[in-house]
């Protein structure tokens, strides 16, 4: 199927770790985004690549690192995880770049729990 | 009004009704809007958009109207099922700053939990 996947979709860790997420798009887009969406279900951007370039970067703490291998991959890695980081992270693609006229395309979220 | 715990907008039909979802956004420069639906455990799915020089665009059972005066955007949805409960997001395409095309980002709405009643 062609899709946004995450992996994993569960994650429970303790405070202090470090944890990645992994996503992947078979869309053929070339800009990937990542998202936080809080208890309240507001959604706000974090990051986000154009052709593995970072070309959005929210005022978001230096814990948090995204990798892009390539087009296809977006990866976030998150150190020493603290207790509002618990959120669902979410994964998305489009094609031509964070410009206007163009439909994100959103994975099904990674559910993290920090205890 | 407002559902307890999650603290959304919500709106409750019957079954077979239309739906009006509501949606005011934020700068008067942006020139597309997306609106989303997302269901419990799932991430958001496009449903329609809409750009600035436009003021309505109809898709299957849904149409969107945008009043750029007042910064108004609206879903309506015709026939209301059981399937269309979820929540509800409209999201602007903002400008971030004055260095031209790339520096665009999405903004997303506080979402309308919307309850369809059989």
């Known amino acids: 199927d062609t899709a946004v996947s995450q992996t994993p979709k569960y994650l429970v860790t303790q405070m202090g770790n470090d944890k990645s997420i992994k996503c992947e798009q078979n869309?053929?887009?070339?800009?990937m985004y990542w998202y936080k969406q809080d208890s309240k279900k507001f959604l706000k951007i974090m990051f986000s690549y154009n052709n593995k370039e970072l070309i959005i970067n929210e005022t978001v703490p230096n814990r948090f690192s995204p990798k892009s291998p390539d087009k296809a991959h977006l990866n976030l890695h998150i150190n020493s995880l603290e207790l509002g980081d618990s959120a669902v992270y979410f994964c998305a693609s489009s094609q031509g770049g964070p410009l206007p006229r163009k439909p994100q395309h959103f994975g099904d979220g990674t559910r993290l729990s920090i205890l | 009004g407002e559902s307890v715990g999650l603290h959304l907008p919500t709106l409750s039909v019957q079954e077979g009704d239309n739906s009006i979802i509501n949606c005011a956004y934020s700068?008067?420069?942006?020139?597309?809007f997306i609106w989303y639906k997302q269901e419990s455990g799932k991430g958001p799915q496009f449903i329609i958009d809409i750009r600035s020089n436009m003021d309505k665009r109809q898709g299957q059972r849904v149409t969107v109207l945008l009043n750029k005066t007042v910064k108004h955007l609206s879903l309506q949805i015709a026939a209301t099922q059981p399937g269309d409960s979820a929540v509800y997001f409209c999201a602007e395409n903002i400008r971030r700053g004055d260095s031209g095309g790339s520096n665009y980002k999405l903004t997303f709405g506080k979402g309308t939990l919307l309850t369809v009643n059989p």
């Open positions: 700068n008067s420069a942006s020139d597309y």
């Open positions: 869309l053929g887009h070339d800009t």
